[in-house]
């Protein structure tokens, strides 16, 4: 919807107007955006605002001038002033910012649903709106079906927990299945499972830790878990769990290649930032001071690399406490990987996947080396001459914050509870991250429409 209000004459040569096309339009898909009625040469500001599924206010900007038709096209122009550089057609959309202190939340976009999200574009001509349009952003294509796994709370009198939703496009007689696992955050990756569905899988985003009453942080976790979650799969008539995919960021790739190394029913892996060693819980047993396996297979621990926390803690103080600085987990793992028999007995047999790999990694990575990780891991599977397609996509400039394309990418760091006030770094820089995000996403979709 478009409003057109009065702006001053001297900067309009006819009722200014602004345009979005597509509207609506899904969360991953590029919208253009102009603005005309104007004299040329004016300076006209473009603002964009939304609220996330926390209800926190984003906000982005460009300053434009007018050109000689006195038009503003996003896709064309580049701003000469605000919260992008150069010429972005989504620029608006990526280098939104969060406009209220983020607290002890995380610092980056929170979305944990399917719904649609709106945002509000204006047009400005000295400090006057001019036009306004609400884009409406959505996830799941018309006719998708959602279906939810549950299982019971922590006590008798608790509902169902969901821990599992299965998104079945419409109109695909049984389409190919991806599951989607996040990372160390915890969770389930909700709304990235809806908009991939619209891309002609049924996806399915499973949570592995983080909702009661499954266990609360990343420890222990039974890879028989997923054995029954692939059973309940099993049971939807709708779609072909003879073509099973997995895409997974941080350590969700990890377990993601941890278990298609084991499973048969695992035909292709996307793996963002991933590791191809299987690595410890953080910290120690409390009772027998010895370290947490994040894995186990018939309530044994799968063998992990140790990570050297105490080294660790002592050389990060002084930065992050006197100087203020996030902490860089990336020195943690590199110190870890220093330990060559621990890592050789931790490494993960890619070799005995069933199906391709596509890696993805940044190389300012500061939660973990994903870089050097996603080369290893090349490295093993050339050794062991793999017999699929293994692929890999690196962005030299990008951190560890690699999403769908089109949500904001300004966060630089976040917090943790476990941190007690410190920040820590994903590292990357807002426009390298967009950009990877993007290429990313698109390949990643077409590798797995290749091999499903």
Same mark, same amino acid.
């Given at each position: 919807?478009?409003?057109?209000?009065?702006?001053?004459?001297?900067?309009?040569?006819?009722?200014? %107007?602004?345009?979005?096309?597509? *509207?609506?339009?899904?969360?991953?898909?590029g919208?253009?955006?102009?603005?005309?009625?104007?004299?040329?040469?004016?300076?006209?500001?473009?603002?964009?605002?939304?609220?996330?599924d926390?209800?926190?206010?984003?906000?982005?900007?460009?300053d434009?001038?007018?050109?000689?038709?006195?038009?503003?096209?996003?896709?064309?122009?580049?701003?000469?002033?605000? @919260?992008?550089?150069?010429?972005?057609?989504?620029?608006?959309?990526?280098?939104?910012?969060?406009?209220?202190? =983020?607290g002890?939340?995380?610092?980056?976009?929170?979305?944990?649903?399917?719904?649609?999200?709106?945002?509000?574009?204006?047009?400005?001509?000295?400090?006057?709106?001019?036009?306004?349009?609400?884009?409406?952003?959505?996830?799941?294509?018309?006719?998708?079906?959602?279906?939810?796994?549950?299982?019971?709370?922590?006590?008798?009198?608790?509902?169902?927990?969901?821990?599992?939703?299965?998104?079945?496009?419409?109109?695909? %007689?049984r389409?190919?299945?991806?599951?989607?696992?996040?990372? @160390?955050?915890?969770?389930?990756?909700?709304?990235?499972?809806?908009?991939?569905s619209?891309?002609? $899988?049924?996806?399915?985003?499973?949570?592995?830790?983080?909702?009661?009453?499954?266990?609360?942080?990343?420890?222990?976790?039974?890879?028989? +878990?997923?054995?029954?979650?692939?059973?309940?799969?099993? =049971?939807?008539?709708?779609?072909?769990?003879?073509?099973?995919?997995?895409? =997974?960021?941080?350590?969700?790739?990890?377990?993601?290649?941890?278990?298609?190394?084991?499973?048969?029913?695992?035909?292709?892996?996307?793996?963002?930032?991933?590791?191809?060693?299987?690595?410890?819980a953080?910290?120690?047993?409390?009772?027998?001071?010895? $370290?947490?396996?994040?894995?186990?297979?018939?309530?044994?621990?799968?063998?992990?690399?140790?990570?050297?926390?105490?080294?660790?803690?002592?050389?990060?103080?002084?930065?992050? %406490?006197?100087?203020?600085?996030?902490?860089?987990?990336? *020195?943690?793992?590199?110190?870890?990987?220093? *330990?060559?028999?621990?890592i050789?007995?931790? =490494?993960?047999?890619?070799?005995?996947?069933?199906?391709?790999?596509?890696?993805?990694?940044?190389?300012?990575?500061?939660?973990?080396?994903?870089?050097?990780? @996603?080369?290893?891991?090349?490295?093993?599977?050339?050794?062991?001459?793999?017999a699929?397609?293994?692929?890999?996509?690196? +962005?030299?400039? %990008?951190?560890?914050?690699?999403? +769908?394309?089109?949500?904001?990418?300004?966060?630089?760091?976040?917090?943790?509870?476990?941190?007690?006030?410190?920040?820590?770094?994903?590292?990357?820089?807002?426009?390298?991250?967009?950009?990877?995000?993007?290429?990313?996403?698109?390949?990643?979709?077409?590798?797995?429409?290749?091999?499903?």
């Open positions: 919807m478009t409003q057109v209000l009065r702006a001053p004459a001297t900067a309009l040569s006819s009722p200014a %107007a602004l345009g979005v096309e597509p *509207n609506p339009a899904f969360v991953d898909q919208v253009g955006i102009v603005a005309s009625g104007f004299r040329p040469g004016s300076r006209v500001t473009l603002q964009a605002e939304t609220r996330d926390l209800g926190r206010r984003w906000k982005s900007e460009g434009f001038l007018a050109d000689a038709a006195g038009t503003v096209d996003v896709r064309r122009h580049e701003p000469v002033a605000g @919260s992008y550089r150069g010429v972005s057609a989504m620029g608006l959309f990526w280098s939104m910012t969060l406009a209220e202190p =983020a002890a939340a995380s610092s980056i976009f929170a979305k944990t649903t399917s719904r649609p999200e709106e945002v509000f574009i204006s047009a400005q001509v000295d400090g006057r709106i001019v036009s306004v349009v609400t884009l409406e952003r959505i996830f799941l294509a018309p006719g998708t079906i959602a279906r939810d796994l549950t299982i019971d709370g922590a006590n008798p009198n608790s509902a169902p927990v969901t821990i599992g939703r299965l998104f079945i496009p419409a109109g695909i %007689a389409p190919p299945v991806v599951i989607v696992l996040s990372g @160390s955050g915890g969770g389930f990756d909700v709304d990235k499972a809806a908009v991939l619209r891309h002609g $899988f049924a996806t399915f985003a499973l949570a592995y830790f983080g909702i009661d009453p499954l266990p609360r942080w990343l420890n222990r976790i039974p890879l028989e +878990y997923f054995e029954s979650a692939m059973a309940w799969l099993r =049971a939807q008539p709708e779609i072909d769990v003879q073509r099973v995919g997995m895409l =997974a960021v941080s350590r969700g790739a990890e377990l993601a290649l941890l278990l298609a190394a084991s499973s048969p029913d695992i035909r292709a892996v996307v793996a963002y930032a991933p590791s191809g060693v299987a690595w410890a953080s910290g120690r047993d409390k009772t027998t001071g010895e $370290f947490i396996p994040c894995w186990t297979r018939g309530g044994q621990p799968v063998p992990f690399a140790p990570l050297p926390l105490r080294g660790f803690m002592l050389r990060s103080a002084f930065p992050v %406490a006197a100087m203020k600085r996030p902490v860089l987990f990336r *020195n943690l793992f590199r110190a870890g990987l220093r *330990n060559r028999l621990a050789e007995q931790a =490494a993960i047999r890619v070799e005995n996947m069933r199906g391709p790999v596509l890696l993805v990694s940044g190389g300012d990575d500061h939660l973990w080396p994903a870089a050097e990780m @996603s080369e290893a891991i090349l490295v093993r599977l050339k050794r062991n001459n793999f699929h397609a293994a692929e890999r996509l690196h +962005y030299p400039a %990008a951190g560890h914050m690699l999403r +769908y394309p089109f949500l904001p990418t300004t966060p630089r760091v976040s917090s943790n509870k476990h941190l007690r006030g410190a920040k820590f770094s994903f590292g990357g820089n807002p426009e390298a991250d967009a950009a990877a995000q993007e290429n990313a996403w698109f390949r990643s979709i077409a590798f797995l429409q290749k091999h499903l």
